[in-house]
């Protein structure tokens, strides 16, 4: 089945900086590749989402990346705020399959 | 849309005693999916319905979990007799299917003492 890897666990950046959040996946028929934040008692909720047949998309301060040869994608995170902090999570599927989520990585915003 | 209803928010209990978890989808999906956080694990997958169907319940720990969805609009998760390290947040999530984003409700943290 499918696994996936996701660094680093934690994360800290400066106000205004850029984070990166890196996923790698083992399944090569995986081809939905969603992130969600997830924040302190509350449940992981979508932010932004990748289809196999696409190498990057972006949503304002948010872009993902696809390299499916190399069977990882990332989250980048542009002009961090105190609001981004949370924690992140990467997940898998083949699109009719359910979601196989990365460990998470808690991002910290120190302003 | 209210979202993916989840009942209740928090639920102490003693070992040994019944625990239900309810969830009620976002109007209109057909994929129901239970997960159950922890921070040793992250997020596991214990059980999937489509179109109120159990799928995949290769999750689920032991057999002292079960899982129901009688119509589109409910669902239960069930564990009896609870134990201490039954202890966590369990996630109820719904989606069209195919590939869309689940969509998560808020979570039931489960203490069993």
């Known amino acids: 089945g499918e696994n996936v890897e996701q660094h680093p666990s934690t994360l800290s950046v400066q106000e205004g900086d850029s984070a990166v959040i890196k996923c790698t996946y083992s399944?090569?028929?995986?081809?939905?590749f969603p992130w969600y934040k997830q924040e302190l008692g509350k449940g992981p909720q979508l932010i932004i989402d990748?289809?196999?047949?696409?190498g990057e998309k972006k949503d304002q301060r948010i872009a993902v990346t696809l390299n499916k040869t190399a069977k990882h994608f990332s989250l980048h995170i542009t002009e961090t705020q105190p609001e981004d902090s949370a924690v992140y999570f990467c997940?898998?599927?083949?699109?009719?399959?359910?979601?196989?989520f990365g460990k998470g990585t808690r991002l910290s915003v120190i302003a | 849309d209210a979202g993916v209803i989840q009942s209740p928010r928090h639920e102490v209990t003693e070992m040994g005693q019944e625990v239900t978890l309810r969830c009620k989808p976002i109007?209109?999906?057909?994929?129901l999916f239970w997960y159950r956080q922890t921070m040793m694990r992250g997020l596991e997958l214990l059980i999937y319905?489509?179109?109120?169907?159990?799928?995949?319940d290769s999750g689920m720990p032991e057999d002292r979990f079960s899982a129901k969805m009688p119509n589109a609009s409910f669902s239960t998760l069930k564990i009896q007799p609870s134990e201490p390290r039954d202890s966590a947040v369990y996630f109820c999530?719904?989606?069209?299917?195919?590939?869309?984003?689940?969509?998560f409700g808020q979570g039931t943290r489960l203490t069993v003492v």
């Open positions: 999530a719904s989606t069209l299917g195919g590939q869309v984003g689940a969509f």
């Open positions: 399944d090569s028929a995986s081809n939905y």
């Open positions: 990748i289809r196999s047949n696409v």
């Open positions: 997940a898998a599927s083949r699109g009719n399959t359910p979601l196989v």
């Open positions: 109007s209109g999906h057909n994929s």
């Open positions: 319905f489509n179109n109120n169907v159990p799928i995949d």
